[in-house]
């Protein structure tokens, strides 16, 4: 019959345990120690960087969303605060507040005609001719991370993406699935129909109704009932940009 495992080798193996335990938050720290290191020379590497770019980083579009991909891969923000060393030395942070005022401008001028719903190519549109032809250039990447900066306004300003399309909703209400289907049926043409929602989404027509009713409620949808048959519901935050001016 085999005897139980002793008192003295169940001791020497806890004892073993916590040596490897102990070993291994010592390799853990060591290691935490010099990633801390190579984050602060890549911190300052970045610093040098964005000093000597400068020009280039306030200026170039495609070269300001590098610079906040290289930001972000080690956890940096220099949208975090209008001050501090990134604003100070890049002027970044003054950059995207004041492209968030004028954002907030043109979607209030717009309100009436579209409802507080226009297109990214739209507002790009407006806020440059806004800004003069002596302003530096914007991008849409631009836009985007001055819009996820007004989030702090409330639940207005929100980016939609309704098919190839990018929207952006300015007025509080959330828009529901049946609504952003909607938008991607009048991608096309602009305007759908009751008749095209039943063929296209096979919507029974008290779900269509309820849905363009919110829309033409909200300012969203214009009704057309001189077309010469069906009613029909556009939406002026699918015109063209040109169009639309």
Request: net charge neutral.
């Amino acid at each position: 019959m085999r005897r139980g495992t002793g008192v003295g080798a169940i001791k020497n193996k806890n004892l073993a345990q916590a040596r490897y335990k102990d070993k291994g938050s010592v390799i853990a720290e060591d290691q935490f120690s010099q990633m801390t290191k190579q984050m602060d020379v890549f911190k300052k590497n970045l610093e040098e960087f964005a000093a000597k770019h400068k020009e280039d980083i306030r200026k170039d579009p495609q070269f300001r969303l590098q610079f906040q991909e290289m930001c972000a891969s080690i956890g940096v923000d220099p949208l975090a605060s209008s001050k501090g060393f990134w604003a100070e030395m890049l002027g970044v942070g003054d950059f995207y507040y004041e492209l968030g005022v004028q954002i907030v401008e043109v979607c209030l001028a717009t309100s009436h005609r579209n409802g507080g719903l226009i297109s990214l190519e739209e507002l790009r549109d407006r806020v440059v001719a806004s800004r003069g032809r002596t302003s530096q250039d914007i991008s849409y990447d631009d836009l985007l991370r001055a819009i996820k900066k007004l989030r702090i306004l409330g639940n207005g300003f929100t980016v939609l993406t309704v098919g190839i399309l990018q929207l952006v909703q300015s007025v509080p209400g959330e828009l529901t699935m049946d609504h952003t289907n909607i938008l991607q049926c009048a991608q096309k043409s602009g305007h759908v129909s009751k008749s095209q929602l039943h063929k296209e989404l096979k919507w029974e027509a008290e779900r269509a109704h309820r849905a363009l009713d919110f829309l033409v409620k909200e300012s969203m949808a214009w009704v057309d009932d001189q077309a010469g048959g069906e009613r029909l519901y556009w939406f002026p935050s699918l015109f063209p940009a040109a169009a639309a001016s």
